[in-house]
Structure formats: structure tokens, C-alpha cells
């Protein structure tokens, strides 16, 4: 069975300095990875997907993610946080039939 | 514009009143799911739909139900619900489920209270 974990429920930053969100994953296949977003009291959002293309995955605004096999990670980055990032991010594992497993998620504060 | 529309977003029933959710896209899509949202639990799936006609139960199915008569719609129906119920729900549909790529496009969210 397949399963997420993200290693960090909050993770505070300074606007300006970078961002890791890490994330850890179990799966029996080659699966597929998702980062989701979520802004207060909105849906879902997908940020970026890795579906064993190349191991870095860029997403939208600036977000990028690396998918480590050997580590089965796939941490979620940004080279300069700003205020518009506060937000809960889902990593998310997906191996077939859209059977998606999703973290538990990370609540990003960005401090001025 | 591509969507995932639900209604109603906000709900507070009592216990044992029936309720529907409903859950509408715009995509064509084959594919749909509810979950629901706890803290601290992430994102856990109800039930999914894989094409019309075509449902089968996720990680915590009990105390709903759903139907999917068409392509477009997939309502969450809780026949007698309780507080333990109360949560954060989200629709979402993709294209064919017979992928692990297809990432699953969200609705806006439906919160529950039940007292």
C-alpha cells in the first residue's frame, strides 16, 4: 500500500528566504507525485507533478520539487518566499487507478 | 471555464436529517472522487467513481452513500448523519482513472456541521 508523509506540519519562514517542504513516500510501483496547494478557505490547487519524466519538476510560481528515488522523497522548494505562499500544502503519492494518497499537509506561514 | 462546482458550500443539519451534496463537472471526465478533510489527517477519500454506473468505496465509505447516473454529476448522499461527520468535503474528477498522471482537478469545498 502506498502512503505520504510529510515531515513537517508547520514550517514558518521570513518573506525573501527559501522554502523546503519535505515530503516522504512509500509505493510498491513507480508512482506518480503531486504537490497541492490549498489558500484559506479555497480548494485545491495543483502546483507541480513528477510522472517519471525528468526528477526536477517545476511548477507555478516558482515552486520546484525534486524526486529522489534512492531517499523516496520528493521535498518541495522556492528560492524566496512571499506573503502570497501562506498556505497548507499536500503531498500527494499516486500509483494507479487514481488511487491517491495524500499527506497530512504542511502549513506555510511567510513572516514580513 | 473548466470547473468542479458543488453546493451547498456551507451546511449545518442535525443528526439523523438526510442530506445530499452534489457535485457537478464540466470536463467530461470519467473519473470522480469525494473526500473529506480533517485536521491534522490531510485529504481521505469516501468513495470514487471510475465511469457512470461504476462506484466503489475509498478509506472511510461508512455512513455515506453516492450515485452516478451521469458522466457530469456524482452527489455524496449521508442518510443519517452524525456528528462525527462533521468535516471539510471536496469533490474531484480527472480523466480516466486507468493512470497514476492524471492529476485530480478540486471543487470549492463543502463544509459540514452536524450538531
Known amino acids: 500500500a502506498q502512503s505520504v508523509t510529510q515531515l513537517d506540519s508547520h514550517v514558518s519562514v521570513s518573506e525573501g528566504t527559501p522554502v523546503l517542504l519535505r515530503c516522504n513516500y512509500s509505493s510498491s510501483y513507480s508512482p506518480s507525485l503531486f504537490w497541492y496547494v490549498q489558500h484559506p478557505n479555497k480548494g485545491l490547487q495543483l502546483l507541480l507533478k513528477y510522472t517519471s519524466a525528468a526528477t526536477l519538476v517545476k511548477g507555478i510560481n516558482g515552486f520546484e520539487a525534486e524526486f529522489k528515488k534512492s531517499e523516496t522523497s520528493f521535498h518541495l522548494t522556492k528560492p524566496s518566499a512571499h506573503m502570497s505562499d501562506a498556505a497548507e500544502y499536500f503531498c500527494v503519492v499516486s500509483d494507479y487507478n487514481n488511487d491517491m494518497r495524500f499527506g497530512a499537509g504542511t502549513r506555510l506561514t511567510v513572516k514580513p | 471555464e473548466a470547473q468542479v462546482t458543488q453546493n451547498p458550500r456551507y451546511l449545518i443539519t442535525v443528526t439523523g436529517k438526510k442530506l445530499t451534496v452534489t457535485c457537478s463537472q464540466n470536463?467530461?471526465?470519467?473519473?470522480m472522487s469525494w473526500y473529506r478533510q480533517d485536521p491534522g489527517l490531510g485529504l481521505r477519500q469516501i468513495y470514487y467513481s471510475m465511469n457512470v454506473e461504476v462506484t466503489d468505496k475509498g478509506d472511510v465509505p461508512e455512513g455515506y452513500k453516492v450515485s452516478r447516473k451521469e458522466k457530469r454529476n456524482f452527489p455524496l448522499i449521508l442518510e443519517s448523519p452524525s456528528p462525527n461527520q462533521t468535516s471539510l468535503y471536496f469533490c474531484a474528477s480527472s480523466t480516466s482513472g486507468a493512470s497514476s498522471y492524471n492529476e485530480q482537478f478540486f471543487g470549492p469545498g463543502t463544509r459540514l456541521t452536524v450538531l
Open positions: 470536463m467530461n471526465h470519467e473519473y
